[in-house]
């Protein structure tokens, strides 16, 4: 691995604070095309991709306030509602369902998979991503503003995107803490 993708793989970061500047949709296709690429057990190519417009991310706010109301309180919700507000870009990534276990996990893992290398390739083009599974993507009405069927597709995430207004910093455990070496 080159010395530059290996820095970029581990200077990737979870953004939760963008510029409001909306994000080129080149840069967009062009990470979907990464996901793509992603490892897939089955060949099944099992995503389904949502690119969320305004109407539809102002329907999904305003369903996440008022889940954010009833749990938390007016105070919580508008902070929810102002800050996802916000957020530029919106990207919903689905898997399709199967009813064998094996091949749904191979295939959830391959979502999974793709999303890395869709922010991945986000980061390289100065653009950060929130992967979030947040209750509101569980919710029935959340189905209904997307247009999908819970029966046939289940979130794997919402991305967010955009230019980073902070890059968090962070650091992981060594590897020795989780390493375990067999003979």
């Known amino acids: 691995m080159t010395d530059m993708l290996y820095d970029r793989i581990i200077s990737r970061r979870t953004v939760h604070h963008f510029e409001t500047k909306k994000i080129d949709e080149k840069l967009v296709f062009r990470g979907l095309e990464a996901f793509v690429w992603a ?3 089955f060949l099944s190519e099992p995503w389904r991709f949502y690119l969320i417009g305004d109407e539809t991310k102002k329907r ?3 369903l996440n306030t008022a889940l954010a109301l009833e749990k938390r ?3 919580f919700a508008e902070t929810k509602r102002k800050r996802w507000s ?3 870009g919106w990207l919903l990534i689905n898997c399709i369902k199967s009813s064998e276990e094996n091949k749904f996990l191979e295939d959830y893992a391959a979502c999974c998979c793709g999303i890395q290398n869709f922010m991945l390739s986000m980061w390289l083009d100065g653009v950060g991503v929130k992967w979030t599974t947040g209750s509101v993507t569980r919710n029935a009405d959340f189905a209904k503003i997307i247009g999908f069927d819970v029966a046939e597709e289940m979130v794997v995430g919402l991305l967010w995107y955009g230019s980073p207004k902070v890059i968090p ?3 992981r455990s060594p590897i020795q803490e989780c390493l375990f070496r067999l003979s």
């Open 73 to 75: 309180g007016k105070s």
């Open 169 to 171: 910093k962070q650091k």
């Open 39 to 41: 490892p897939n057990h």
């Open 86 to 88: 916000a957020v530029p």
């Open 60 to 62: 999904i706010i305003d």
